[in-house]
């Protein structure tokens, strides 16, 4: 196997990946100190959920509520040129750490897709967010699927999907283009050994060839703030989720943006096939766009978000 297709392979094994049961009960954390039910003092923009994983949040500015759902290995600082420009224009931004990544708590459980959507449903519902635009990164497309499938549209206006791992990874008898279990599980062996390599070695694909090599350092540093269990299992969670069927049953205007030239997500299998399984879904190729296109195409996808959400 060449270089490009072992890339491909490796983050599309991690099934939306960034780089390379009911509804949640929760205390909110809204002021500057707050106290759970067992009388633990939580910072400020942290949620709890009920299996009490403290959730970072960050929520800017004010107007029509954008959400922001991160990808794999990541956290919520992946979106801060879109939520900047937009707060800019009169939009008040949102974005959390799923539970395993970033400044959240790292529990040993549940990073499942139900679970992961439940902890997006606690946030909407904690901050009373209504009119939503959901928008999406890779693994974070197939949380926002899910959550629709899971808990309605009432407070969803739209949703934009970039780079998403959508709608099925897994090489299957009816998924033919699918990845092998057995390549993805040597993948995933090799994390368990040595991530920051990895890392290391597979970062560049996720930007231009122009990207700084302090903005690739940045986010392999992000990246290593994350639990290697919740990497682990998010990636076997989206390689085992297959959307096809929930696809087909959003109603909510839906914008896929996708790059020709990210090898993380290939556009064939990922983002086409999700515009053709959503019903009157909108299609945008960023032709030279690689998966990380939130850096390499800032003005363009900030441009297409401001255009789609004020519709």
């Not at 959507?117 to 635009?133: G, W």
């Not at 996720?206 to 990246?223: H, K, N, V």
Request: with cysteine.
């Amino acid at each position: 196997m060449n270089r490009r297709s072992l890339l491909t392979s490796v983050t599309s094994a991690a099934a939306g990946a960034a780089l390379f049961a009911g509804s949640p009960e929760a205390v909110w954390a809204k002021d500057t100190k707050s106290a759970d039910a067992k009388g633990r003092i939580l910072p400020s923009q942290f949620l709890e959920t009920r299996d009490r994983t403290a959730l970072f949040y960050k929520d800017w500015g004010s107007g029509k509520p954008v959400v922001f759902v991160h990808s794999w290995a990541v956290s919520s600082d992946l979106w801060q040129y879109q939520m900047v420009h937009l707060c800019g224009k009169g939009m008040r931004c949102v974005a959390f750490d799923r539970r395993g990544h970033g400044r959240s708590s790292q529990p040993g459980h549940g990073y499942d897709y139900d679970t992961l959507a439940d902890d997006l449903a606690l946030l909407l519902e904690q901050l009373d967010l209504r009119e939503v635009t959901l928008v999406g990164h890779s693994m974070g497309c197939g949380e926002i699927v899910r959550y629709l499938s899971r808990h309605g549209s009432s407070r969803v206006d739209r949703i934009v999907l970039v780079g998403t791992g959508t709608p099925f990874a897994l090489k299957t008898p009816d998924n033919p283009e699918g990845i092998d279990r057995a390549v993805l599980d040597k993948i995933r062996d090799s994390w368990a050994k040595d991530l920051p390599r990895w890392l290391a070695e597979n970062s560049r694909p996720f930007f231009a060839s122009e990207t700084s090599p302090e903005m690739i350092q940045w986010l392999i540093r992000m990246a290593l703030q994350s639990s290697l269990k919740a990497l682990l299992d998010c990636s076997n969670a989206s390689t085992d989720a297959d959307f096809r069927t929930e696809l087909v049953a959003i109603t909510v205007p839906t914008l896929i943006i996708h790059g020709d030239a990210d090898v993380s997500q290939p556009i064939e299998q990922r983002g086409r096939r999700t515009a053709q399984l959503i019903p009157g879904s909108r299609f945008k190729l960023y032709e030279g766009a690689p998966h990380g296109l939130m850096f390499t195409h800032t003005d363009r996808l900030n441009a297409d978000l401001l255009a789609f959400i004020k519709e």
